[in-house]
């Protein structure tokens, strides 16, 4: 069974920086990319960018290009998103997703994870 | 940047009715669009992706269409698991999602 199994919520304070992990299961780690997509509250989806876990490629939507770092690691199969320099607008539930192809629609979502910056 | 409109933003329709929302994409997105159900507390479950291919699993009352700039998702039978947001998204170039349609009982 396929699960992406994100890390608990997180209160930081403004300025700071958040590392959000993603666990893989269920699946080839390496033979999928991994997105990331940022709902803030009450609000629609936002695509951040992605990972190739495989070769460490990344893609970023030019939005978060200076708040987002995504990074894997292949031996625990963890995906990572760190937002630096956080602000209130940073307050949002953050998703992990993968896909097959590198332009393909995510098909496996985590669950989620809620950072609020505040202080 | 390619922009989707989705309409509408909220809908209420009756159990075993018809739902139909759509999706306008600011340019040809080449039937690059899937649609998803997220329902609070966990990530969006992917039901069609490439315009009109059902993920497996997905009940065939699910459905969509289109093609260039405007694109559709319908459920045929509305049953009350169905009650979500509904988001579109592209991925023709780079990604972008819907501003999404709440689905509520009538």
């Known amino acids: 069974e396929v699960q992406l199994q994100q890390s608990g919520p997180d209160l930081v304070k403004p300025g700071a920086s958040v590392k959000i992990s993603c666990k893989a299961s269920?699946?080839?780690?390496?033979?999928?990319?991994m997105h990331w997509v940022k709902q803030s509250h009450g609000k629609s989806l936002e695509w951040i960018g992605r990972v190739n876990p495989n070769k460490g490629g990344t893609s970023y939507n030019q939005k978060f290009k200076d708040k987002a770092i995504l990074t894997v690691d292949k031996s625990s199969s963890t995906a990572y998103m760190e937002l630096r320099s956080l602000t209130s607008e940073d307050s949002a539930v953050y998703f992990c997703?993968?896909?097959?192809?590198?332009?393909?629609?995510?098909?496996?979502w985590g669950q989620g994870t809620s950072v609020t910056v505040s202080s | 940047d390619i922009q989707m409109t989705q309409s509408p933003s909220s809908l209420s329709a009756s159990l075993r009715g018809k739902v139909t929302i759509t999706c306008k994409a600011s340019q040809d997105i080449n039937k690059y669009i899937a649609w998803y159900q997220h329902k609070p507390g966990k990530g969006p479950r992917l039901l069609i992706h490439?315009?009109?291919t059902l993920q497996p699993g997905i009940p065939l009352r699910f459905s969509g269409s289109g093609s260039g700039r405007d694109y559709s998702f319908s459920i045929s039978s509305l049953e009350p698991e169905d009650i979500a947001t509904y988001y579109c998204?592209?991925?023709?170039?780079?990604?972008?999602f819907g501003g999404g349609t709440k689905l509520e009982i009538k």
């Open positions: 490439y315009t009109s």
């Open positions: 998204l592209q991925y023709d170039n780079l990604y972008t």
């Open positions: 269920g699946y080839s780690f390496t033979g999928y990319y």
């Open positions: 997703a993968r896909s097959y192809y590198d332009q393909g629609a995510m098909d496996y």
